[in-house]
């Protein structure tokens, strides 16, 4: 299934950005906003997040409604509510996981001896 997420996100975001081309009023076009957001949302955390990081993108997160919208890096400009908004933190995918190479060197940003394999 999760070769899938890329086709399944990309028939999502369509529908979703069709339907807010017929928004007929603000709550539609939030209602709209947050379908795409969320059909978005597994592409972006689990896709490559640290790409949209990079690009300087935040994610958000409406404390009143819990829709979320992506933005640039800014004070957040909610478009779903005055309430308050929650900073998403991008996550980080490669955190945790060995940076050996294949010839058993250890990466840059690792100290010696704790490459994370059986070979130390």
Avoid at 29 to 58: F, I, M, N, R
Wanted: aromatic share 6%.
């Amino acid at each position: 299934m999760r070769h899938l997420l890329p086709v399944l996100t990309l028939l999502a975001c369509g529908a979703s950005l069709a339907a807010a081309q017929d928004a007929t009023d603000r709550e539609d076009l939030a209602t709209q906003l947050s379908d795409l957001v969320e059909a978005l949302k597994p592409w972006l955390l689990e896709g490559a997040p640290q790409h949209y990081s990079e690009a300087g993108l935040v994610l958000y997160r409406d404390t009143a409604t819990g829709r979320y919208w992506l933005q640039e890096e800014a004070k957040p400009a909610n478009p779903y509510s005055a309430d308050g908004a929650e900073r998403i933190d991008w996550p980080r995918p490669m955190a945790g996981m060995s940076m050996t190479t294949n010839d058993g060197e250890t990466g840059a940003d690792q100290a010696p001896g704790h490459s994370g394999d059986s070979h130390d």
